[in-house]
C-alpha cells in the first residue's frame, strides 16, 4: 500500500517537470525523460496498487469466514434459556448482516483508511517540498474537518444501532412468518400479518432516513469545506505565481496532489459510516460472544458405574425456569427405570412432562445429586456422553430441509442406508417411504413440510431409534398417530426392549 501510494505520488512529480522543462534550452529531452518515468511510475502504480488491494481484501474475507464460523460454533453451544428469550430473527441478523458490516470495516474500510492515511502524508511532504506556505493554507481547513468529522461518527453511531436493531425485528417477524405459513393461512391472517410486517418496515425504514439524513449533511459539509480549501490554494498559488515565488509547473503539480487528496476527503464519510457501522455490529456480536456456553466438562476421572444401580433415577427433582414468575415447573419428582424397561408418566396437561425430558438431557442446568445415570451423577459426567446415551422425539416434529436419509441418520456420523430401513421399518414408516418417487432420497422441504402431521412424527421416531441412544424418550410423540399405529410402533420398541430403555 505504501509502495503503490508513493509511485501514485510520483506522477504529479514528474508532471511539475515537464510543464518547467518546456522554455528550457533542454525542453525536449525532460519533456520525453519525464514522460518516460511517469508511464513507468504509473505501471508500477498499478501493479503494487492491484496486490496490495487484493491481499487486504481476501484477508478480510478470511476473517469474515472464520468469525461467522465461530460466531456459530459459540451459539449453538448456548444454554436452551438462551435461544427462549431471544429472537430468531436476532440471532440470524447477527450471523449475515453483522457479521457483513465487521467485513466492511475490515476490508474496503480498513483499505480506505490506510490508503488516505498514507496518501495524506506523503502528498503533504511533496507538497511541502513545492511550497510551504502554499501547503499550510491547504491545511487551514482542517480542524474543521476533523471536529465534523468526530460529530458526525457519534451520530452516526447512534442512529446505526438503531437501524441495526430495527433490522433484528424486522426479520424477526419475516422469520415467524414463513416458518408459520400454514397457520397464518389457516386463520386467514394474511393481512393482518402484512400490516405487523409492514410497521416493522417503515420503522426500519425511519431509522434508516436518520442515517442517511446524518450522511448527506457531512458530505454536504466536507464537499463545502473542500471547495473553500481549493479556492484559498488557487487564491495563494496564483499570487506566488506571479510573484516568480513559484514555476508553473510546481504550481500544477500542487493543484494535481491537491485533487488526489479530494476523493480520500471526500470518502471519510464513508470511512466513518463504515468505521461506525463495524463497530456497532462488533458490539452486537461480542454480546453474543460473551454469554458462557453450556459447561462441555471434560471429566479428568469420570465417576465408576454403580453395581446393582437403576439405569436411570431421579432423586427429589425441582426446577423453576429463570426468570418466569409462574413458579416450579417440577417439585420433588423422584422414580427409576431399570435397563430394557417402559415406563409411561401420566399428569395432567402442562405438569412438566417435556421440561422433565430437557432435564433429563441436561438442555438446562440441573442440581447435583438429583439425577442418575447407572448410578452416576449427571452433573460430573461431559454432555455428550449423557446426550449420546439419550434420544429423545419431542412432541413438536422438526425435520430439516434434506432428503428422508439423512433427517433419519442425523444422528449417526454417517448415513447408513440399512440403518435408516430397519428404524423407518418399526417406526411404520417404511411403506410409506417406498410408495415416494426417489424413496429414502426424496427431499421432503423447509421443516418437511411435504410430509403429513402423523408422518414427521414417526419420521422423528425414526431418528430417534437409528441414533441408538440406550434411553428413549417419547414426548406426546405419537399424538398425531392413530391408535392401531402406535401400537405397532411399542409392539416393535418391545420386541428389543432388552437394549433399549423407555420413557413416554
Same mark, same amino acid.
Given at each position: 500500500?505504501?509502495?503503490?501510494?508513493?509511485?501514485?505520488?510520483?506522477?504529479?512529480?514528474?508532471?511539475?517537470?515537464?510543464?518547467?522543462?518546456?522554455?528550457?534550452?533542454?525542453?525536449?529531452?525532460?519533456?520525453?525523460?519525464?514522460?518516460?518515468?511517469?508511464?513507468?511510475?504509473?505501471?508500477?502504480?498499478?501493479?503494487?496498487r492491484?496486490?496490495?488491494?487484493?491481499?487486504?481484501?481476501?484477508?478480510?474475507?478470511r476473517?469474515?469466514?472464520?468469525?461467522r464460523?465461530d460466531?456459530?460454533?459459540?451459539?449453538?453451544?448456548?444454554?436452551?434459556?438462551?435461544?427462549?428469550?431471544?429472537?430468531t430473527?436476532?440471532?440470524?441478523?447477527?450471523?449475515?448482516?453483522?457479521?457483513?458490516?465487521v467485513?466492511?470495516?475490515?476490508?474496503?474500510?480498513a483499505?480506505? %483508511? $490506510? =490508503?488516505?492515511?498514507i496518501?495524506? @502524508? +506523503?502528498?503533504?511532504?511533496?507538497?511541502?517540498? !513545492?511550497?510551504?506556505? *502554499? /501547503? #499550510?493554507?491547504?491545511?487551514?481547513?482542517?480542524?474543521?474537518?476533523?471536529?465534523?468529522?468526530?460529530?458526525?461518527?457519534?451520530?452516526?453511531?447512534r442512529?446505526?444501532?438503531?437501524?441495526?436493531?430495527?433490522?433484528?425485528?424486522?426479520?424477526?417477524?419475516?422469520?415467524?412468518?414463513?416458518t408459520?405459513?400454514?397457520?397464518?393461512?389457516?386463520?386467514?391472517?394474511?393481512?393482518?400479518?402484512?400490516?405487523?410486517?409492514?410497521?416493522?418496515?417503515?420503522?426500519?425504514?425511519?431509522?434508516?432516513?436518520?442515517?442517511?439524513?446524518?450522511?448527506?449533511?457531512?458530505?454536504?459539509?466536507?464537499?463545502? %469545506? $473542500? =471547495?473553500?480549501g481549493?479556492?484559498? @490554494? +488557487?487564491?495563494?498559488?496564483?499570487?506566488?505565481? !506571479?510573484?516568480?515565488? *513559484? /514555476? #508553473?509547473?510546481?504550481?500544477?503539480?500542487?493543484n494535481a496532489?491537491?485533487?488526489?487528496?479530494?476523493?480520500p476527503?471526500?470518502?471519510?464519510?464513508?470511512?466513518?459510516?463504515?468505521?461506525?457501522?463495524?463497530?456497532?455490529?462488533?458490539?452486537?456480536?461480542?454480546?453474543?460472544?460473551?454469554?458462557?456456553?453450556?459447561?462441555?466438562?471434560?471429566?479428568?476421572?469420570?465417576?465408576?458405574?454403580?453395581?446393582?444401580?437403576?439405569?436411570?433415577?431421579v432423586?427429589?427433582l425441582?426446577?423453576?425456569?429463570?426468570g418466569?414468575d409462574?413458579?416450579?415447573?417440577?417439585?420433588?419428582?423422584?422414580?427409576? %427405570?431399570?435397563?430394557?424397561e417402559?415406563?409411561?408418566?401420566?399428569?395432567?396437561?402442562?405438569?412438566?412432562?417435556?421440561?422433565?425430558?430437557?432435564? #433429563?438431557?441436561?438442555?438446562?442446568?440441573?442440581?447435583?445429586?438429583?439425577i442418575?445415570?447407572?448410578?452416576?451423577?449427571?452433573?460430573?459426567?461431559?454432555?455428550?456422553?449423557?446426550?449420546?446415551?439419550?434420544?429423545?422425539?419431542?412432541?413438536?416434529?422438526?425435520?430439516?430441509?434434506?432428503?428422508?436419509?439423512?433427517?433419519?441418520?442425523?444422528?449417526?456420523?454417517?448415513?447408513?442406508?440399512q440403518?435408516?430401513?430397519?428404524?423407518?421399518?418399526?417406526?411404520?414408516?417404511l411403506?410409506e417411504?417406498?410408495?415416494?418417487?426417489?424413496?429414502?432420497?426424496t427431499?421432503?422441504?423447509?421443516?418437511g413440510?411435504?410430509?403429513?402431521?402423523?408422518?414427521?412424527?414417526r419420521?422423528?421416531?425414526?431418528?430417534?431409534?437409528?441414533?441408538?441412544?440406550?434411553? #428413549?424418550?417419547?414426548?406426546?410423540?405419537?399424538?398425531?398417530?392413530?391408535?392401531e399405529?402406535?401400537?405397532?410402533?411399542?409392539?416393535?420398541?418391545?420386541?428389543?426392549?432388552?437394549?433399549?430403555?423407555?420413557?413416554?
Open positions: 500500500m505504501f509502495i503503490s501510494t508513493l509511485f501514485g505520488l510520483l506522477v504529479p512529480w514528474m508532471i511539475r517537470d515537464a510543464i518547467d522543462g518546456i522554455s528550457a534550452p533542454d525542453g525536449r529531452e525532460r519533456v520525453v525523460r519525464a514522460v518516460s518515468w511517469m508511464v513507468l511510475f504509473s505501471a508500477l502504480h498499478g501493479g503494487f492491484y496486490f496490495g488491494r487484493r491481499g487486504m481484501l481476501v484477508t478480510a474475507r476473517v469474515e469466514m472464520r468469525l464460523r460466531l456459530l460454533s459459540h451459539v449453538i453451544r448456548l444454554p436452551l434459556s438462551f435461544f427462549g428469550r431471544t429472537p430473527g436476532d440471532v440470524m441478523s447477527r450471523l449475515t448482516n453483522d457479521v457483513s458490516a467485513w466492511l470495516l475490515l476490508g474496503p474500510g483499505l480506505t %483508511l $490506510a =490508503g488516505t492515511a496518501s495524506y @502524508v +506523503l502528498a503533504l511532504l511533496f507538497m511541502a517540498r !513545492i511550497n510551504v506556505m *502554499l /501547503t #499550510l493554507v491547504s491545511l487551514a481547513v482542517a480542524p474543521v474537518i476533523v471536529f465534523t468529522s468526530r460529530e458526525y461518527g457519534k451520530a452516526f453511531h442512529h446505526h444501532r438503531k437501524a441495526q436493531e430495527s433490522l433484528a425485528a424486522m426479520n424477526a417477524t419475516l422469520q415467524e412468518n414463513i408459520g405459513i400454514r397457520l397464518v393461512k389457516a386463520y386467514g391472517l394474511e393481512e393482518r400479518e402484512e400490516s405487523r410486517f409492514r410497521a416493522a418496515c417503515r420503522d426500519y425504514y425511519r431509522q434508516n432516513v436518520s442515517v442517511s439524513k446524518t450522511s448527506a449533511a457531512f458530505h454536504g459539509a466536507i464537499g463545502l %469545506l $473542500a =471547495g473553500v481549493v479556492a484559498f @490554494v +488557487l487564491l495563494m498559488g496564483g499570487w506566488l505565481v !506571479i510573484r516568480g515565488s *513559484l /514555476t #508553473l509547473g510546481g504550481f500544477v503539480a500542487f496532489y491537491l485533487a488526489m487528496l479530494s476523493f476527503t471526500m470518502a471519510l464519510g464513508w470511512v466513518i459510516n463504515l468505521v461506525q457501522r463495524g463497530g456497532s455490529a462488533m458490539g452486537r456480536i461480542n454480546e453474543f460472544l460473551e454469554i458462557p456456553t453450556e459447561p462441555w466438562r471434560p471429566v479428568l476421572s469420570p465417576p465408576r458405574k454403580v453395581p446393582d444401580a437403576p439405569f436411570l433415577e432423586r427429589d425441582s426446577f423453576a425456569y429463570e418466569q409462574r413458579g416450579e415447573a417440577l417439585k420433588g419428582i423422584t422414580f427409576s %427405570l431399570r435397563k430394557g417402559i415406563v409411561g408418566l401420566v399428569g395432567q396437561t402442562g405438569s412438566g412432562k417435556s421440561t422433565l425430558f430437557s432435564l #433429563l438431557l441436561l438442555l438446562y442446568p440441573v442440581p447435583p445429586g438429583t442418575f445415570l447407572e448410578g452416576k451423577d449427571v452433573s460430573l459426567l461431559p454432555l455428550d456422553e449423557i446426550r449420546g446415551a439419550v434420544s429423545l422425539v419431542s412432541q413438536d416434529p422438526f425435520l430439516f430441509s434434506d432428503t428422508i436419509l439423512a433427517n433419519i441418520c442425523f444422528g449417526k456420523d454417517v448415513p447408513d442406508e440403518d435408516a430401513r430397519r428404524a423407518a421399518s418399526m417406526a411404520r414408516f411403506a417411504v417406498e410408495e415416494l418417487p426417489d424413496g429414502l432420497h427431499v421432503i422441504g423447509e421443516r413440510i411435504s410430509l403429513s402431521g402423523g408422518q414427521k412424527q419420521a422423528t421416531i425414526a431418528r430417534a431409534l437409528c441414533a441408538g441412544g440406550e434411553l #428413549l424418550l417419547l414426548d406426546d410423540a405419537l399424538s398425531a398417530g392413530d391408535s399405529t402406535e401400537q405397532e410402533i411399542f409392539q416393535e420398541i418391545l420386541s428389543v426392549r432388552g437394549g433399549r430403555t423407555v420413557l413416554f
